[in-house]
């Protein structure tokens, strides 16, 4: 089997699940991409820990985290866990000198089951969540991913699932599609460039690097730090790919990346 790439994705509203449109169809045909994992390991931007918690039950509940039309309520990703493959990722972490630990009931938030609801609706591959540390910085975050690469080489993909942009503060200005404001599209200018090149360093310090960082993700930004995971599974200076990009709402990029 080659190994699985690296995932980063944008999910946007919990609605896109059943809402046609570009990025519905692009998730849909995004598993058909690469061969199918023999499990997933997706960081959430919707689970924040303070240290790393993978979820360890063997059939998760999918969890209805938002508000939205009751159609979304009835929605259920059956998908089962896999209680080994969440000790074997926490012996990974905790080899790596990072604490972590499992939960054994934690189900699956909107995050990983909306996306993975449209990559693999037959819900038939194992599911395992990893918790965010919006309290920690990126570089704890690529540290994640570092030690779960041995993971890809079993087939398992490690998924981030967060949002390019997500400035959810002033998406109240917007329809879903309005134009994006030019900080926006500079970020996401930059964080195409910096993927596509290689620039972990920069990546690590981007609100350093770019003035409309604290703008684009305001604190605590937990849906930027899901990138820093499958980035960090790539390994040092890999360079990743644009696959796919549309701006939502102004401030929601859409953008998804992988690292083969």
Same mark, same amino acid.
């Not at 598993?31 to 924040?48: L, N």
């Not at 909107?110 to 965010?132: C, F, K, N, T």
């Not at 195409?192 to 684009?216: C, F, H, M, W």
């Given at each position: 089997m080659a190994i699985i790439p690296a995932i980063f994705l944008s999910h946007g509203m919990p609605s896109i699940v059943v809402q046609p449109g570009e990025t519905h169809s692009f998730l849909?045909?995004?598993g058909k991409m690469f061969d199918r994992p023999k499990g997933i390991i997706c960081v959430s931007a919707h689970w924040e820990a303070a240290w790393p918690m993978l979820s360890a039950t063997e059939m998760p509940e999918t969890i209805h985290d938002f508000s939205?039309?009751?159609v979304l309520f009835k929605k259920r990703y059956p998908a089962p866990g896999d209680?080994?493959?969440?000790?074997e990722a926490t012996a990974l972490l905790m080899?790596?000198?990072l604490v972590a630990k499992t939960d054994p009931s934690r189900g699956l938030d909107h995050g990983a089951w909306v996306p993975l609801m449209l990559m693999y609706p037959e819900a038939d591959i194992p599911v395992v969540q &990893? +918790?965010?540390?919006?309290?920690?910085?990126?570089q704890h975050h690529l540290n994640l991913g570092s030690a779960l690469r041995p993971l890809r080489e079993k087939g398992v993909l490690v998924l981030g699932s967060g949002g390019a942009t997500h400035n959810l503060p002033e998406i109240g200005k917007y329809k879903i599609d309005s134009e994006p404001p030019d900080y926006a599209v500079a970020f996401d200018a930059w964080l195409e460039e910096t993927i596509t090149t290689g620039k972990q360093e920069a990546l690590v310090d981007y609100e350093q690097e770019v003035p409309s960082a604290s703008r684009n993700h305001p604190y605590p930004a937990e849906h930027f730090l899901p990138l820093f995971v499958p980035l960090g599974a790539a390994g040092a200076g890999a360079r990743g790919r644009l696959l796919h990009r549309v701006f939502m709402y102004g401030v &929601? +990029?859409?953008a998804a990346y992988g690292w083969d």
């Amino acid at each position: 089997m080659a190994i699985i790439p690296a995932i980063f994705l944008s999910h946007g509203m919990p609605s896109i699940v059943v809402q046609p449109g570009e990025t519905h169809s692009f998730l849909k045909g995004l598993g058909k991409m690469f061969d199918r994992p023999k499990g997933i390991i997706c960081v959430s931007a919707h689970w924040e820990a303070a240290w790393p918690m993978l979820s360890a039950t063997e059939m998760p509940e999918t969890i209805h985290d938002f508000s939205g039309p009751p159609v979304l309520f009835k929605k259920r990703y059956p998908a089962p866990g896999d209680p080994a493959l969440a000790e074997e990722a926490t012996a990974l972490l905790m080899h790596a000198g990072l604490v972590a630990k499992t939960d054994p009931s934690r189900g699956l938030d909107h995050g990983a089951w909306v996306p993975l609801m449209l990559m693999y609706p037959e819900a038939d591959i194992p599911v395992v969540q &990893l +918790s965010v540390q919006t309290d920690l910085d990126p570089q704890h975050h690529l540290n994640l991913g570092s030690a779960l690469r041995p993971l890809r080489e079993k087939g398992v993909l490690v998924l981030g699932s967060g949002g390019a942009t997500h400035n959810l503060p002033e998406i109240g200005k917007y329809k879903i599609d309005s134009e994006p404001p030019d900080y926006a599209v500079a970020f996401d200018a930059w964080l195409e460039e910096t993927i596509t090149t290689g620039k972990q360093e920069a990546l690590v310090d981007y609100e350093q690097e770019v003035p409309s960082a604290s703008r684009n993700h305001p604190y605590p930004a937990e849906h930027f730090l899901p990138l820093f995971v499958p980035l960090g599974a790539a390994g040092a200076g890999a360079r990743g790919r644009l696959l796919h990009r549309v701006f939502m709402y102004g401030v &929601l +990029s859409m953008a998804a990346y992988g690292w083969d």
